[in-house]
């Protein structure tokens, strides 16, 4: 199951990192503060998630960098549009005479609409971007698939979603059978709706279809992280579509409920307003993130109180 811990503490930006158990691979999604984040796991990030470009959520990009360079592996950056040219930026402001070009990859996937994801390379020690392909997915690798939606906060917002992958998992007492190689065969039928395929079982041949029965698909956990983003009914219509029935949403809280009039100046989300969604959208578990840094550990106990009353409706 993925696991997700924020990484700033109160009064700090927002960061948070995902991470796939038994496997030391890691996402993160913002570069704000983030005290909390250590250089090994910064080290294990495979993959970085980049909401919108405000200064609170990408300013700590360049302390992800400094832990990554050097590693020879390439990491992913998705973000909203224009993000390849302000990775680019931040990189080409110092002096890289030192690093050798093999030192880090990376792999920026601008997000220009739901179907349109523009695909760059920047290397060192010169930083050039290069267009490589435009695709009409996001991100897939052999944990998760990765959905979005682009969300209002007068600049485009990226709302993410991990969705972990499904697996697939053998009844061994109710088989009677030995184990051997036969159960990965099935298992591949079965992802592969192949019912016809011949399995053989102690030199006796089966169809796979009538061992299906001893298979179980088990459904791949969600967890999601919406970021900034206005209280409007053209967002929360793209919220619902994305998110509904996650079993975990990180979103954006960032005022109480006597400041909404400054969420609304600012196109930002409140505590009820945050609540209200996350309950509309049926999910297991939703946590309320990102709260103003004029706030108070009390403040925050305020809009925690508001955002779960709204959420669970009690």
Not at 52 to 81: A, L, M, W, Y
Not at 85 to 109: C, F, G, H, M
Request: aromatic residues 12%.
């Amino acid at each position: 199951m993925l696991q997700a811990e924020i990484k700033s503490l109160l009064k700090e930006d927002i960061s948070i990192l995902i991470k796939i158990p038994n496997s030391g691979k890691h996402y993160l999604c913002d570069c704000g503060e983030a005290s909390l984040l250590t250089v090994k796991e910064v080290q294990s990030i495979s993959a970085i998630f980049i909401s919108h470009t405000h200064i609170d959520h990408f300013s700590n990009f360049d302390g992800i960098f400094r832990h990554q360079i050097g590693s020879g592996e390439k990491v992913v950056i998705c973000g909203p549009k224009n993000i390849h040219q302000q990775v680019e930026a931040r990189l080409k402001s110092y002096t890289w005479n030192l690093i050798d070009e093999n030192a880090i990859a990376y792999e920026i996937r601008e997000i220009v609409s739901k179907d349109e994801i523009n695909i760059y390379t920047l290397r060192p020690p010169h930083w050039n971007l290069e267009l490589i392909n435009t695709q009409n997915f996001l991100f897939e690798d052999e944990y998760v698939n990765v959905d979005f939606t682009i969300l209002d906060h007068k600049i485009d917002s990226i709302a993410y979603l991990f969705k972990e992958k499904d697996t697939v998992s053998f009844n061994e007492t109710g088989s009677g059978f030995k184990k051997g190689k036969w159960i990965s065969e099935l298992k591949t039928a079965f992802e592969n709706n192949n019912g016809d395929k011949e399995i053989e079982i102690e030199g006796t041949v089966y169809k796979a279809a009538d061992l299906f029965h001893l298979l179980t698909r088990n459904k791949g956990y969600k967890l999601g992280v919406i970021m900034d983003h206005a209280v409007d009914k053209s967002n929360y219509e793209k919220i619902k579509a994305v998110f509904g029935a996650a079993d975990l949403v990180y979103i954006e809280t960032f005022y109480k409920d006597s400041d909404q009039e400054f969420a609304g100046i600012n196109h930002h989300s409140f505590a009820s307003a945050s609540g209200n969604i996350m309950n509309e959208c049926e999910v297991k578990e939703a946590i309320p993130i990102h709260f103003s840094r004029r706030y108070t550990e009390s403040d925050q106990e305020e809009i925690e109180t508001a955002f779960y009353k709204a959420f669970r409706k009690n």
